[in-house]
């Protein structure tokens, strides 16, 4: 069982900055897929940012360029760096992994932390 635990939430005024951190359980970090999404109040959940085993990375438009994903697999975390950040940016970040392979993939997902940016 793949367990997901988000940090690094808060509240920030706009243009400030704020690092998300994602630790997971589990001996095959580095092999996973790992993706932020973000969820604000009655809006969908929007997938945020992505990267691959191998380090590939991508974003969704309005966030490019201000936010960077990484991760570091020998501390099995994964990070959300975000630069600039705007009222629209307020919402609840979720961690998400993809376990397995092509064949067999399951999703998983953490708690979710608060990120609020005031204008």
């Known amino acids: 069982q793949v367990q997901l635990v988000e940090s690094g939430g808060g509240l920030v005024q706009a243009g400030g900055s704020l690092r998300l951190s994602c630790t997971a359980s589990g001996s095959s970090f580095g092999s996973w897929g790992m993706n932020w999404y973000r969820q604000a109040p009655g809006k969908q959940r929007d997938w945020v940012a992505g990267i691959g085993s191998g380090g590939t990375t991508s974003y969704r438009d309005s966030v490019r360029g201000r936010f960077t994903i990484s991760r570091d697999n020998a501390k099995n975390t994964l990070y959300l760096q975000m630069n600039s950040l705007k009222p629209e940016d307020t919402a609840v970040y979720y961690c998400?992994?993809?376990?397995?392979?092509?064949?067999?993939?399951?999703?998983?997902w953490g708690q979710g932390t608060q990120v609020t940016v005031s204008s």
């Open positions: 998400h992994a993809e376990v397995g392979s092509s064949r067999s993939l399951v999703f998983y």
